[in-house]
């Protein structure tokens, strides 16, 4: 059998293993088997190699990171996958990232059809979280906490109507009614896997924001806290996905450390430091693990710019993964923009993770080399697009363009 055919059997098997990884996982909020098929579904038509010749690759766009360079290449990009979204949006996690990476596009870019949109996106969800707070049995997760990252930027923005924050603040608030702690083994704690850092915190600073309301920030920092010292390895400033993960190995030996997981935690600080208030004690701790991590991954950049989806394994991935670099991309420039990274030192890293993305945008917009969903590192194939790394790539590019 072909590499290629063996990536696709791989690939594919990667998504209905998540679907049964996700049913486990989901044990506090239960999953219907429609539901589940629903998520399959969803991904599988993003799966962006389904086409057997997926096209040419782009050959109109720049590597260079001069802003209008970048802004053609993120149009190319949304617009593509704005066309392709539009018949099936959804509140699941997976778009999360892809609404926010269009918001940002549309204020990096000037243009309202995104933000346009996305305004049409809630209200076609009546501004409501994929939450039942009628089932007093299960906590909202982190994952159905994400959208409301979209709807408070939105309602940030315009500040017109309280609909738009008023289901997320009571799915907040139910949480903090709910018992803090689980009888499920390794998932004691609320964001017990790492990518629950860039879904649930953000939420959390964006409602403090809103609201002026403390308790937000508390609960934020207190439950970070919590998946910091579960997860965070100290000496090789990497997280891993969950506690299953405390010990697996990569084939070379190494430690197993998951790109996007990474790359889900580094975008989720530098989207939760922006709304934290200025005395907030847990403020240094954030910042310096940024700077921890950021450092640890520049140093694993490949010669082409970007990570593998296992990072400490790079030689047994033959793909880059361009969620996970996507992610770094963003943090790393935001990081900069904000002024807590240095940028002498990460602009050279930067500027080669974005002209190695770009070597992965076909010539009709499709963003490729996206790993699927899961929770470790996996093989795909060249073409597979998602929505959460298209959203990174939008949101990398946002903070690029605004790099001096």
């Known amino acids: 059998m ?23 996982a989901s044990a506090q909020h239960p999953l219907t088997p429609q539901e589940q098929a629903n998520i399959v579904n969803n991904e599988m038509r993003h799966f962006g190699d389904a086409p057997e010749n997926p096209g040419p690759l782009a050959t109109d766009l720049s590597t260079s990171t001069r802003p ?40 990096s870019l000037g243009d309202s059809k995104y933000s346009d949109a996305m305004m049409a996106m809630g209200k076609k969800f009546d501004w409501k979280l994929r939450v039942n707070l009628d089932d007093h049995a299960h906590v909202p997760d982190a994952d159905n906490q994400s959208l409301g990252q979209a709807y408070l930027d939105l309602y940030l923005l315009q500040k017109k109507d309280p609909v738009m924050l008023q289901n997320t603040q009571q799915v907040l608030d139910f949480v903090l009614a709910a018992p803090r702690t689980s009888t499920i083994p390794g998932k004691e704690i609320a964001w017990w896997w790492c990518d629950a850092l860039f879904m649930a915190p953000p939420v959390w600073a964006r409602m403090y924001a809103a609201t ?34 405390l010990t697996r190995t990569e084939v070379n030996g190494k430690k197993m450390f998951w790109s996007r997981g990474n790359g889900w935690v580094m975008a989720g600080i530098i989207r939760t430091l922006p709304y934290l208030p200025k005395d907030d004690p847990a403020r240094e701790k954030y910042i310096q693990q940024l700077q921890e991590m950021a450092a640890r991954v520049a140093g694993l950049q ?14 047994n991935y033959d793909l880059p993964e361009i969620s996970g670099s996507a992610f770094f991309t963003y943090a790393l420039a935001a990081g900069v923009n904000q ?27 499709r963003l490729g080399c996206i790993q699927q969903t899961g929770a470790e590192p996996a093989h795909f194939r060249a073409s597979a697009s998602y929505t959460y790394g298209v959203g990174a790539f939008l949101l990398a590019g946002s903070e690029i363009r605004k790099m001096k």
């Open 212 to 245: 002026g309301d403390r308790k937000y920030i508390t609960y934020l920092d207190e439950e970070w806290a919590k998946t910091s010292a579960r997860l965070y390895d100290t000496q090789e400033h990497l997280y891993a996905r969950d506690s299953t993960y």
């Open 339 to 365: 002024g807590i990274l240095d940028k002498k030192t990460y602009r050279p890293v930067i500027k080669k993770a974005w002209a190695g993305m770009i070597h992965h945008v076909y010539a009709d917009g």
């Open 68 to 107: 209008k360079d970048v802004a053609k290449a993120m149009r190319k990009v949304a617009d593509w996958q704005l066309q392709r979204s539009q018949p099936y949006i959804d509140r699941l996690w997976t778009w999360s990232a892809l609404y926010d990476g269009f918001l940002a596009a549309s204020d």
């Open 2 to 24: 072909s590499s290629r055919g063996l990536n696709r059997i791989l690939a594919v098997a990667g998504i209905f293993l998540f679907a049964m990884q996700h049913q486990c």
């Open 302 to 315: 490949g010669q082409d710019g970007l990570w593998r989806s296992g990072l400490l394994d790079p030689d």
